[in-house]
């Protein structure tokens, strides 16, 4: 055993975030979530398949930290990922991730990510995907509350997968509404900067809202939402923390990721447990209706789901021979006689003494 | 933004396998096993401040794949580990693993670590700070039972913390033994290869079993084991998978880490879901007794638990600045503007084309 070269079996591919923006910026943001869009459609449309767990959330005063993990029986992955909204004042971001896909087979990682900005583009493709079920056909304007992190992503996949043409763009806080502005120029995209959430829901059959307080809010109230409209609604993801009035679920058909999830963590904690709602999964395989109608009200509770990462895990290690720039982590301890653990470091020992 | 530099809250420190070794043989594989004990016992002896959760099995026709969250609600831990039997038949390790600290506050992960090592070396730590409270006193031989990668970490470990001089080795692969004396050859333990298991108890205060078959296997019978003895059950650690006849059992006295998995995982499963079994803290806290007798059998039914992967994180992010070697892995988001991620993928793509 050479001191410097791990054995084969050690290394695991590892995309850092540097590496992760070459990606989507080598393919296109566009072309990144159209394709994350299909590896997520496929693994809804396979749902039974994969071992299902609601998360794992570890909740402190500040926040949360959640591991994701989940397997179609070939392979697994998980991602851990935290939700502090007070990190913003420090610098740094609300939500940071990374994740794991593995070999069921043999239990070893074949990849490790930074999950942060893969994570931005996940959401944003199953919030489109599912809109190109739910929303009224030929939508073309689409309100945007909340103008942080996810928005322009949400933005961009909403034009892409479902040919919206205009954004009607409203946050607290002008200044994040500027930074999205700025960020979709030149993106085909008509931008129009609201003063109230009012006003940019002027004309939008889509809603997304998108906030990040960690506590009950009302970011949308009854007489703000019209009939026909699709709400997708992204910020409402923890205990404690909604975005919708009660009265506006009570008036729409509710579509989730895993009822088993989004009762501890959407918006329908504020419901009855036995409140009706449709798992998306079943209208994308044609088990359950969609849209009936053009006056109902659709609403999407997305919480975030495990297959959702595996999905974006699953792209992003198909996707990686056509891109450069991942580092190899001699993660995994490979001796030449796998029972050899210790006679492993101890020639090392002896090496480095040589040395 | 530079295009080589990360931002500096991008950046998570990473132990490689090798860097692992290399602070194991600078520091010395005996006095990392005591400090590691002394980091365990401190984490068993706060045990009611910690989150505590059975660990979360993905489990498959050929082995498991788990994770082992905890958090004292100032720092956070995980765990992923995989556990598959057949894996040394392909050169690859039972048990390979990695782990993650974090900051309660930020959710931050502050490390990163191969963890295959480190819970070889948290698990033999384990293992004997329990026996210091339960072996009979001046016991100073110790059969060994399964002589894989576990083995040699074992054997030192109870030389270390309990003061053993001898142990008995056995293995029903002859040349896993040969190859445990060949590695504890000068380490000041006298090794004795024997040619069953009844051989290697033979004067043995101390049974530790450790076998990786996943199923119900009987490596202790009744007859073999005789009174006074203490038992250190490793091996079995997975549903469907023990080592020790129930008989064995109903004469013992039985401690465990948390109940609540081990009844899942451990020996146990073996006894009905109200067997009396004593949790290890409160031995080490003194809420109640460890060894009463010298007639008493005393089985420690280990599994392992996320507290002491808690512990080894713990322990190794403080000595971390004692050794070098880490690299820094660019692996969390860090935008300028924490809402601004779209805008850092773009701003990288132009410093790109600018090249």
């Known amino acids: 055993m050479s001191l410097s070269k791990p054995g084969p079996m050690s290394l695991v591919p590892f995309v850092s975030v540097e590496n992760m923006m070459r990606i989507v910026v080598e393919r296109g943001v566009e072309r990144t979530l159209v394709e994350l869009a299909d590896y997520i459609e496929e693994d809804f449309r396979r749902w039974p398949q994969f071992d299902k767990t609601p998360r794992i959330a570890a909740h402190s005063p500040d926040g949360v930290i959640e591991l994701m993990p989940t397997s179609d029986g070939r392979s697994y992955g998980f991602k851990y990922v935290n939700g502090h909204p007070k990190n913003v004042r420090s610098g740094r971001q609300t939500v940071t991730a990374f994740g794991v896909l593995s070999d069921v087979d043999t239990g070893y990682p074949v990849l490790l990510t930074e999950m942060t900005i893969l994570t931005a583009l996940r959401t944003a493709a199953t919030s489109a995907l599912v809109a190109k079920y739910l929303a009224p056909k030929g939508a073309k304007v689409m309100a945007m509350i909340g103008n942080g992190a996810q928005s322009e992503f949400q933005c961009l996949a909403f034009k892409a997968i479902c040919g919206i043409d205009t954004v009607r763009l409203f946050d607290i806080d002008v200044k994040a509404t500027e930074k999205a502005v700025r960020n ?27 906030t990040a307080d960690k506590q009950f809010a009302t970011i949308l109230s009854d007489n703000m939402v019209g009939p026909g409209v699709h709400i997708n609604a992204i910020g409402g993801d923890c205990p404690g923390k909604t975005e919708l009035h009660r009265d506006i679920l009570l008036r729409s ?35 359950a209706a969609g849209r009936t109608s053009d006056k109902q009200i659709t609403l999407f509770d997305s919480v975030g789901f495990a297959t959702e990462d595996f999905s974006a895990l699953r792209y992003l290690n198909a996707v990686l021979k056509e891109h450069q720039g991942q580092q190899m982590l001699d993660m995994l301890a490979d001796p030449d006689d796998p029972r050899d653990l210790f006679g492993m470091i101890e020639r090392y020992g002896k090496a480095a003494e040589a040395l």
Chains 1, 2 share one sequence.
């Open 184 to 210: 979709l120029q030149g993106k085909g995209l008509n931008v129009v900067a609201c003063k109230s959430g009012e006003e940019a829901m002027e004309g939008a059959q889509i809603i997304t809202t998108c």
């Open 253 to 287: 058909d509710i579509f989730v990721e895993y009822p088993e999830q989004t009762r501890i963590e959407g918006e329908i904690q504020q419901l009855p447990e036995d409140h009706p709602v449709t798992e998306i999964w079943q209208v994308m395989t044609g088990v």
